[in-house]
């Protein structure tokens, strides 16, 4: 089975711009999680979709924005980008279940300036 | 107080000795706990999964979990060099969201 894939790998953007990232999960996983890891707060939850629902969000402010699929793809979106955004973000897909292992993507890393 | 702590490390310790992490959560229901291993520039991949008090094994890696302490471990027998990484400590915390600690470093000295 193919992995979890992020697109794109790498971005550099300026302040107050906007960004969209996107993971495609492994085939027959319906729930896709995002996080973002920073070397100072480590790895910390923005979200959750399963079948197109946000079930479960993290406390970021609401420039972090995301989506899901019917095909269970899922994209995320930062708006009025800061110098703070500068993160590896990463996409973790499962079957949903609690149990579930999540998988992570190899991440997208985004640099702000 | 964090949801779920780790100590930071770097643990150091020599080829093959045992390698003992530890981890604390702080929601009493949480009921799915997952040791992932990161290594420098690459993304997190599962190392165990523990749902149950008690020990679970697999070749040379144990993870234990007492729900009554709120305390996961992870021992790695025989450590090698190439187990050399973060390893981080993650718990399902219910509505599914989960909560990882910040992860420990670990050092194997050949």
């Known amino acids: 089975k193919a992995g979890v894939t992020q697109t794109p790998r790498y971005l550099i953007k300026t302040r107050g711009q906007q960004v969209t990232l996107s993971c495609s999960p492994i085939s027959g996983h319906r729930s896709v999680s995002w996080y973002q890891q920073t070397p100072g707060q480590g790895l910390q939850f923005l979200f959750e979709y399963f079948s197109e629902t946000q079930r479960n969000k993290g406390n970021f402010p609401g420039r972090f924005s995301g989506r899901q699929f019917s095909n269970s793809r899922s994209e995320m979106n930062v708006s009025t980008l800061e110098l703070g955004d500068s993160a590896l973000y990463l996409c973790?897909?499962?079957?949903?279940?609690?149990?579930?292992?999540?998988?992570f993507g190899p991440g997208t890393r985004l640099l702000v300036l | 107080q964090k949801e779920v702590e780790q100590n930071s490390g770097p643990l150091s310790v020599p080829e093959g000795a045992i390698a003992s992490l530890n981890c604390t959560y702080s929601d009493r229901g949480s009921q799915s706990f997952f040791w992932y291993r990161q290594y420098s520039g690459k993304s997190p991949e599962l190392i165990m999964s523990?749902?149950?008090?008690g020990d679970k094994e697999d070749g040379r890696f144990t993870a234990q979990l007492n729900k009554a302490s709120q305390y996961v471990s992870l021992l790695i027998r025989d450590s090698q060099p190439s187990d050399s990484a973060t390893y981080l400590c993650a718990v399902e915390t219910g509505g599914f969201k989960t909560i990882f600690g910040a992860g420990t470093r670990l050092f194997v000295k050949a």
């Open positions: 523990i749902y149950s008090n």
């Open positions: 973790a897909s499962s079957l949903g279940t609690a149990e579930g292992t999540q998988y």
